[in-house]
Nanobody
Framework: QVQLVESGGGLVQPGGSLRLSCAASGSTLDYYSIGWFRQAPGQEREGFSCISSSDGSTDYADSVKGRFTISRDNAKNTLYLQMNSMKPEDTAVYYC???????????????WGQGTQVTVSS
């Protein structure tokens, strides 16, 4: 089973940018469809982006579409999330997880990282 470790979280001002990384070990990342989830205080964890193992196609929730970009570097065995035009409502703990997208929902399975805190505030 693949092990995942997120990094890159921190404090950013509204309108700013941040890039998260998710380093994989124990298996080759390109075997898996994988995505990003987040959990804000007092809310359920939600999936918002996924990249397919088969063709590299990407999916996004409406809340981040046009602002966030998911990508993977198979040579580095790492998943990325570029976040631009950030808003206070993006504040959450961000997780990477093996997952897939189907019918407007992101389904996690198998491995999770430990999470990284992202805070958007002035």
């Amino acid at each position: 089973q693949v092990q995942l470790v997120e990094s890159g979280g921190g404090l950013v001002q509204p309108g700013g940018s941040l890039r998260l990384s998710c380093a994989a070990s124990g298996s080759t990342l390109d075997y898996y469809s994988i995505g990003w989830f987040r959990q804000a205080p007092g809310q359920e964890r939600e999936g918002f982006s996924c990249i397919s193992s088969s063709d590299g196609s990407t999916d996004y929730a409406d809340s981040v579409k046009g602002r966030f970009t998911i990508s993977r570097d198979n040579a580095k065995n790492t998943l990325y999330l570029q976040m631009n035009s950030m808003k206070p409502e993006d504040t959450a703990v961000y997780y990477c997880a093996t997952s897939y997208y189907y019918s407007d929902y992101f389904y996690p399975f198998g491995s999770w990282g430990q999470g990284t805190q992202v805070t958007v505030s002035s």
